[in-house]
DNA sequence: TTCTAGTTTATAATAATTCTAAAAAAAGTA
DNA sequence: TACTTTTTTTAGAATTATTATAAACTAGAA
């Protein structure tokens, strides 16, 4: 469990300023073991409704970057119209159903090695990556 | 070689009247047999340079989001910044290049079967989609 | 030719994100 | 502690991409 101590030194490690916000939106993002994918948007309502003070939306997008250049956010996009970010940020895929919009880990040991028979001139691999879309059966 | 008249008929098949301005749109996207990838923006400099009429913005987008609906592009999400289409509507994957933004098929003979060991409860599988990222060597 | 539904257009509206500049807070230093 | 510097936060403005609106236009049918 991820205490307050613990995102001090976690943002003081990375250069970060162990500010109030950055605190408060580490709790809401890391407090618990269980990962999961959000918005800004759902991200600023779960803090508008959490925390007494508010945190300004400009905030909440600097800091969802910054996390995001220190590998403690990952960006997925999927579909144009939203973008969502992941606290897992372990090399994995994912499936979305695109009626519901809902997103879902799809780990690594869950897929076969992939094998790509083609490469590209002067260019090496730095990541494949998987989006299996799903529908109601 | 599409010409004027397949397209005429193409659009009319497909229940969309076959207009001055969709004419164009399907010259630019479908006249030459390869195939090829576009932002909106530069969609519509295309259409400014090539065409001595301007077609307006919202023609463009309702255009290729009726294109899109009919078949005839795919739209893929890359990353955030930019929304891209594809006039290659086979099912096919891609590479992507973050550094110059490129983007280049790959075609499905290059990856070998994809094996995934989950499933979701109610859901099947309607399509697997893999994003290679590349870095220079 | 006339009529009608579908289409195009310019412009306004909306939404998501970034920019800006001033105020506030954190860290460093004496 | 008090002062200084640097970073961060903030509200609001600016920007960008996209969608909505409503009037003018056009293709196809009668």
Redesign the pocket.
Known sequence: MNSKGNFVKKL?NS????????IKICEVLFKNEKTFHF???ELSKIIAEKIE???????I???V??FKKKGYLKEISIN??K?YFDTNTSHHHHFFDNLTKELTDLSNEDVEKIQINKSLPGKKISSVEILVKVENE
Chains 1, 2 share one sequence.
Do not use: F, M, V
């Open positions: 003081r250069g970060l300023r162990p500010t109030k916000q950055r918005t800004i948007n003070e508010k945190i300004s939306l400009a905030t997008y600097n800091t970057h910054a144009t119209d973008s």
